[in-house]
């Protein structure tokens, strides 16, 4: 049926051109131009005729090419293969046939198939031909599941016990790049709460290697946040880095330059200026977020934002780096009764893998100088106003690390971190000042298909070391699973 079907269209085809071939040939003078002159219309229409034979006469080569590789096809099916298979060999031909560069090329050429490619890789994708523009979905969902276990509550009695489930994260990602290759973006939003949140949307230009410009709303400054939540050795992230973010956000409004090529990749850098504020609010004072970081790869660069050796890296690899950062709270206005701190903070990075092992680091310095008095009822009850002039100062660190048993597969890993708080620190709420923090995690790592699809169990004890109304520890004991799947 399918021969058939293709001899007629090739008939009725071949029959076209003949028709139209004799009746328009390019040397035959129409009645009206005896003298050899031709109206421009009549001159337009005749190129546009011998256009449409062009074209018929490709798709006539690629009917003609395709029948006889079916027919080849046909042949050899019929001496090795019982009839049955001989329809499912055919439609093989036919779809290695059309899926062809180069046979693609043709097609768009006459103008029978659109010019664009499209399918799945690491992500449902959408681009042109040329490469000029395109777009890549992808989507992750976080399941979990999480019981804590609580000694106190914040009013210093035996608090409840918590149970739940919770969508850590539903988000979808649109990335790729528009007018070319070296202009690059990525607009990420998550689902999980009540109202869909703006995470990730930024543009970035990449025409100059050493220099690529940044611009939009993205995460900055550490490590562990500009490592992706799907590619997290442990569930959460470290309570230091949430600690030590500015103002309690890991994202920020603003303009970078950075690259990833100094020195063949042994050295990425970034230094930018942002909103100091929340990632979804503008700026009120006439000062920003001043940032800029640095690493260092002294064996040669390596997948360095993503947790866990799960590539089984062959060579010992490493990294050091650092960053600094500064910006101003509050209303920089004599008249403004919101108060005035100028805040700088230090942060330094190491980590390294190797065969399945790998171990990553932060120290965190925070210095807040107080330009306007702080009344007590800014830092809470039990604590002392902080005159003008004087300085808190809170410092923290975590260290983390795992191993595969068995490799791209079973990982266990354990976290341990500090965070140390300085004299009138703004936390602690009735339970009096907060002097530290320490956070044990274990956690135990199954990988389905890579870091796409995995399953994660963590063990956190958390401890409280409290000073003032309340004297004495508050500890948590917390049990997460977690569920990821990313496509």
């Known amino acids: 049926m399918k021969n058939f079907t293709l001899t007629t269209l090739s008939i009725f085809i071949f029959l076209v051109c003949i028709s139209i071939s004799f009746t328009f040939q390019p040397g035959i003078v129409l009645a009206g131009n005896a003298h050899g ?40 099916v019929s001496n090795h293969a019982p009839g049955y298979l001989e329809e499912n060999e055919i439609e093989r031909v036919i779809d290695n046939y059309l899926t062809k560069e180069e046979t693609r090329g043709k097609m768009v050429k006459a103008g029978l198939a659109p010019n664009l490619d499209m399918g799945y890789k690491e992500g449902f994708y959408l681009k042109s031909l040329d490469g000029r523009f395109s777009a890549k979905i992808n989507n992750r969902l976080q399941f979990k599941y999480q019981y804590t276990d609580r000694d106190i509550g914040t009013d210093g009695s035996p608090d409840e016990d918590e149970s739940t489930f919770d969508f850590r994260r539903v988000r979808t990602k649109v990335s790729g790049n528009a007018y070319g290759k070296n202009i690059k973006y990525k607009i990420e939003w998550d689902s999980s709460a009540t109202n869909v949140d703006l995470r990730d949307a930024y543009v970035e ?114 990294h050091i780096g650092g960053g600094i950062g500064f910006e101003q709270i509050g209303q920089n206005e004599s008249n403004s009764d919101e ?100 956070f044990y995690t274990a956690g135990l790592n199954y990988f389905l298909h890579g870091r796409d699809h995995k399953i994660q169990l963590n063990y956190i004890h958390r401890e409280e070391e409290l000073s003032g109304a309340f004297f004495g520890d508050n500890d948590e004991n917390v049990f997460l699973t977690q569920y990821q799947i990313y496509f």
């Open 205 to 318: 230009i990449t025409h100059i290697p050493w220099a690529n410009i940044l611009a939009g709303q993205t995460i900055v400054f550490t490590r562990q946040f500009l490592t992706s939540s799907s590619a997290q050795q442990m569930i959460d992230r470290s309570a230091t880095s949430e600690e030590f973010r500015f103002q309690g956000d890991e994202r920020k409004r603003g303009i970078a330059i950075h690259s990833n090529k100094i020195l063949d990749g042994k050295i990425d850098y970034l230094v930018g200026v942002y909103n100091p504020t929340g990632r979804s609010t503008d700026n009120t004072i006439n000062t920003m977020l001043y940032m800029a970081r640095a690493s260092y790869y002294p064996f040669g660069p390596y997948v360095s934002y993503k947790e866990s050796d799960l590539e089984y890296t062959e060579s010992f690899k490493a």
């Open 37 to 76: 002159s031709q109206d421009p219309d009549l001159s337009d229409f005749k190129k546009q005729l011998e256009s449409m034979e062009e074209t018929i006469r490709k798709q006539q080569e690629m009917i003609n090419a395709l029948k006889d590789k079916i027919e080849t096809k046909e042949k050899v």
């Open 339 to 438: 108060d005035e701190i100028d805040q700088t903070q230090l942060l330094g990075e190491f980590g390294f893998k190797y065969r399945g092992l790998s171990l990553v680091g932060e120290y965190h310095n925070r210095k807040r100088k107080v330009l306007d008095p702080l009344e007590a009822s800014d830092l809470g009850a039990g604590f002392a106003a902080v005159g003008a002039g004087e300085s808190l100062n809170d410092q923290g660190f975590f260290v983390q690390g795992g191993y595969f048993i068995i490799p791209k597969r079973l990982e266990i890993a354990g976290r341990y971190e500090l965070i140390d708080f300085g004299r009138n620190h703004p936390d602690g709420g009735t339970l009096g000042r907060v002097d530290n923090k320490r």
